[in-house]
């Protein structure tokens, strides 16, 4: 049958399963959002109130439904403006695809009007990106994209089609959809040589990241855990992949990661780390992470091993492949011992820790903890960046992969409220709550527009500290309290602005305060925008200072 590029591109789509696209439309899209008002009853589209927001929806989705998040955006502006959202996919191994119109053929490399040479603009954050200048190379294109975003270690796909191309008309023949290039199995040998390591060891640690809850693998983590008796600390990535409330698991590890964690990283003998890369919020010392400990590394990506830590033995493999190989190599194992001496030093470290807000605000800890007590395990957590998002990653209890969505790699601060909306509506049967910072807040607030155009009912919790909190934390920490540009002194009335947007606006001053208000946000039926005031002071602790050691952790900032 012959159909339009825009109508093959729709058709593509459909045959991959996509039933929601997130973008806005421009003059070098108009022939697809065409083709998308008559298929409008198979596919939904969700404008945006700008490209940034689209691709972070895409990202959100993806992330929360374990599909692949498609955008649109239109040529020149409209595509730049997908940039940092494509950045952040990339960042955090995320399967999107991106598909951008251009100016026709013959007005490429002429500086037309909203021309830009996108393909170049993203080569370095998208796994593959291409520009389809013949019309029977589209459809096999598109479905090269989805392949390659889901095989191997994940991510963004970017296709770019000219104007001319999507009017163009030729044959099209529907197909199965795109399946990944299967994982080739991990070397036997390998399996053995990490099987013999571990049963050898008398401290052994299992370092779960991301690629954990990519691939899947948070059933095979959990049953060898189990099996060898080994404790589990997690990356900010991995967080949900191993249950927060299993006795095995030490919390998250890194900069702001708990005592336990770090503390066991560095005494353990065997380090086994699966889907994680050792980043620098992780390993901030490379040289002393971990240094008394052999460390086997599963990750489907063999160019992260050793890439940042020395390992002794690499495994290259799909994890819930790997883990369950490993399994079967290991007998039952019993390290009571390594765990009391954990548990001691779990103690240990939250007892140092000070609670309480500071000078009469609210807690920030008492926000997040209540918020887990009063929703579901399968909430969808959704934060920008900041101290909010360290917060967040302390005090709530991630029991379940996907739970937390958040922007590990990039650091992209107005990450949340796109996301949020990607997340809520892949999963519009569960609840959604955003942790943001003002800081955060003002950087893609027009989204909450978006919110109220579809009613999307996810909870943003803006905690407001009136200032740039964790830059300035920095600030105190190691600039000796010169505070340059942290406090931006915002006039914004949050409750107003959200109103004013049409989504319900409320505001918590006062620690007695803060359980109402979280009750009756977390039982409005649409969205909701709450203006929480937390201290300017108020730090995110404990913490490892950048290119640290747990040796150098920092329990006040008195240190």
Same mark, same amino acid.
């Given at each position: 049958?012959?159909?339009?590029?825009?109508?093959?591109?729709?058709?593509?789509?459909?045959?991959?399963?996509?039933?929601?696209?997130? #973008? &806005?439309?421009?003059?070098?899209? =108009?022939?697809?959002?065409?083709?998308?008002?008559? &298929?409008?009853?198979?596919?939904?589209?969700?404008?945006?109130?700008?490209?940034?927001?689209?691709?972070?929806?895409?990202?959100? &989705?993806?992330?929360?439904?374990?599909?692949?998040?498609?955008?649109?955006?239109?040529? #020149?502006?409209?595509?730049?403006?997908?940039?940092?959202?494509?950045?952040?996919?990339?960042?955090?191994?995320?399967?999107?695809?991106?598909?951008?119109?251009?100016?026709?053929?013959?007005?490429?490399?002429?500086?037309?009007? $909203?021309?830009?040479?996108?393909?170049?603009?993203?080569?370095?954050?998208?796994?593959?990106?291409?520009?389809?200048?013949?019309?029977?190379? =589209?459809?096999?294109?598109?479905?090269?994209?989805?392949?390659?975003?889901?095989?191997?270690?994940?991510?963004?796909?970017?296709?770019? /089609?000219?104007?001319?191309?999507?009017?163009?008309?030729?044959?099209?023949?529907?197909?199965?959809?795109?399946?990944?290039?299967?994982?080739?199995?991990?070397?036997?040998?390998?399996?053995?040589?990490?099987?013999?390591? =571990?049963?050898? @060891?008398?401290?052994?640690?299992?370092?779960?990241?991301?690629?954990?809850?990519?691939?899947?693998?948070?059933?095979?983590?959990?049953?060898?855990?189990?099996?060898?008796?080994?404790? /589990?600390?997690?990356?900010?990535?991995?967080?949900?992949?191993?249950?927060?409330?299993?006795?095995? !698991?030490?919390?998250?590890?890194?900069?702001?990661? !708990? =005592?336990?964690?770090?503390?066991?990283?560095?005494?353990?003998?065997?380090?086994?780390?699966?889907?994680?890369?050792?980043?620098?919020?992780?390993?901030?010392?490379?040289?002393?992470?971990?240094?008394?400990?052999?460390?086997?590394?599963?990750?489907?990506?063999?160019?992260?091993?050793?890439?940042?830590?020395?390992?002794?033995?690499?495994?290259?493999?799909?994890?819930?492949?790997?883990?369950?190989?490993?399994?079967?190599?290991?007998?039952?194992?019993?390290? @009571?011992?390594?765990?009391?001496?954990?548990?001691?030093?779990?103690?240990?470290?939250? $007892?140092?820790?000070?609670?309480?807000?500071?000078? #009469?605000?609210?807690?920030?800890?008492?926000?997040?903890?209540?918020?887990?007590?009063?929703?579901?395990?399968?909430?969808?957590?959704?934060?920008?960046?900041?101290?909010?998002?360290?917060?967040?990653?302390?005090?709530?209890?991630?029991?379940?992969?996907?739970?937390?969505?958040?922007?590990?790699?990039?650091?992209?601060?107005?990450?949340?409220?796109?996301?949020?909306? #990607?997340?809520?509506?892949?999963?519009?049967?569960?609840?959604?709550?955003?942790?943001?910072?003002?800081?955060?807040?003002?950087? *893609?607030? *027009?989204?909450?527009?978006?919110?109220?155009?579809?009613?999307?009912?996810?909870?943003?919790?803006?905690? *407001?500290?009136?200032?740039?909190?964790?830059?300035?934390?920095?600030?105190?920490?190691?600039?000796?309290?010169?505070? @340059? $540009?942290?406090?931006?002194?915002?006039?914004?009335?949050?409750?107003?602005?959200?109103?004013?947007?049409? /989504?319900?606006?409320?505001?918590?001053?006062?620690?007695?305060?803060?359980?109402?208000?979280?009750?009756?946000?977390?039982?409005?039926?649409?969205?909701?925008?709450?203006?929480?005031?937390?201290?300017?002071?108020?730090?995110?602790?404990?913490?490892?200072?950048?290119?640290? @050691?747990?040796?150098?952790?920092?329990?006040?900032?008195?240190?």
């Amino acid at each position: 049958m012959k159909k339009t590029g825009a109508q093959i591109i729709v058709e593509v789509l459909l045959e991959q399963g996509v039933d929601t696209v997130f #973008g &806005y439309p421009g003059g070098s899209v =108009l022939n697809i959002y065409d083709a998308l008002y008559e &298929y409008r009853d198979q596919i939904r589209h969700i404008l945006t109130a700008h490209e940034q927001g689209a691709a972070h929806a895409a990202d959100g &989705y993806a992330r929360a439904s374990g599909r692949t998040g498609v955008v649109f955006a239109t040529s #020149g502006p409209g595509a730049t403006n997908l940039v940092t959202g494509i950045a952040t996919a990339y960042m955090d191994s995320v399967p999107v695809v991106a598909i951008t119109g251009n100016v026709g053929t013959d007005f490429l490399g002429r500086d037309s009007f $909203q021309e830009v040479d996108i393909t170049g603009v993203t080569l370095p954050v998208t796994k593959h990106n291409t520009i389809v200048k013949r019309i029977e190379d =589209l459809a096999p294109a598109l479905r090269e994209a989805f392949r390659i975003a889901n095989t191997g270690r994940k991510g963004p796909v970017l296709i770019d /089609v000219p104007k001319d191309i999507t009017a163009a008309v030729t044959e099209y023949e529907p197909c199965p959809a795109a399946q990944p290039v299967p994982t080739a199995p991990a070397d036997p040998v390998k399996i053995a040589a990490a099987a013999e390591m =571990l049963v050898k @060891s008398r401290r052994p640690v299992i370092y779960a990241g991301g690629g954990v809850i990519s691939a899947g693998a948070s059933e095979q983590l959990v049953a060898l855990a189990h099996q060898f008796d080994i404790p /589990v600390a997690n990356s900010i990535m991995g967080l949900g992949s191993f249950p927060q409330d299993d006795p095995l !698991s030490l919390g998250m590890i890194g900069m702001h990661g !708990s =005592l336990v964690a770090n503390r066991a990283a560095d005494e353990c003998d065997v380090l086994l780390a699966v889907g994680a890369r050792f980043s620098d919020r992780v390993a901030g010392n490379r040289r002393a992470f971990a240094a008394g400990a052999k460390i086997i590394h599963i990750d489907i990506d063999p160019a992260e091993m050793g890439k940042n830590v020395a390992v002794d033995l690499p495994i290259a493999g799909d994890a819930a492949q790997v883990l369950t190989q490993l399994a079967d190599a290991l007998p039952q194992g019993e390290h @009571s011992a390594w765990r009391a001496e954990l548990e001691e030093i779990r103690k240990q470290g939250e $007892q140092h820790l000070a609670r309480g807000g500071l000078d #009469g605000f609210i807690d920030p800890r008492d926000v997040v903890e209540t918020v887990d007590r009063l929703t579901p395990e399968d909430t969808q957590i959704v934060t920008d960046v900041g101290q909010h998002q360290m917060w967040a990653a302390q005090y709530y209890t991630y029991r379940q992969p996907r739970t937390l969505i958040t922007s590990g790699g990039l650091g992209t601060m107005g990450f949340g409220l796109g996301a949020a909306i #990607g997340a809520q509506i892949a999963n519009p049967e569960k609840r959604t709550v955003l942790f943001s910072g003002d800081g955060s807040f003002h950087m *893609n607030l *027009n989204e909450i527009t978006t919110l109220a155009s579809y009613d999307v009912p996810v909870v943003d919790i803006v905690m *407001n500290n009136t200032v740039l909190g964790m830059v300035r934390q920095w600030q105190t920490a190691f600039y000796g309290k010169r505070y @340059s $540009q942290t406090d931006p002194h915002r006039k914004t009335d949050i409750k107003a602005l959200a109103e004013a947007f049409g /989504v319900k606006g409320m505001v918590v001053e006062r620690p007695e305060e803060l359980e109402g208000v979280l009750k009756e946000a977390l039982a409005h039926h649409g969205p909701v925008v709450i203006d929480c005031r937390i201290a300017p002071d108020q730090s995110v602790l404990p913490m490892i200072p950048p290119g640290g @050691s747990v040796g150098d952790i920092m329990e006040s900032m008195d240190c």
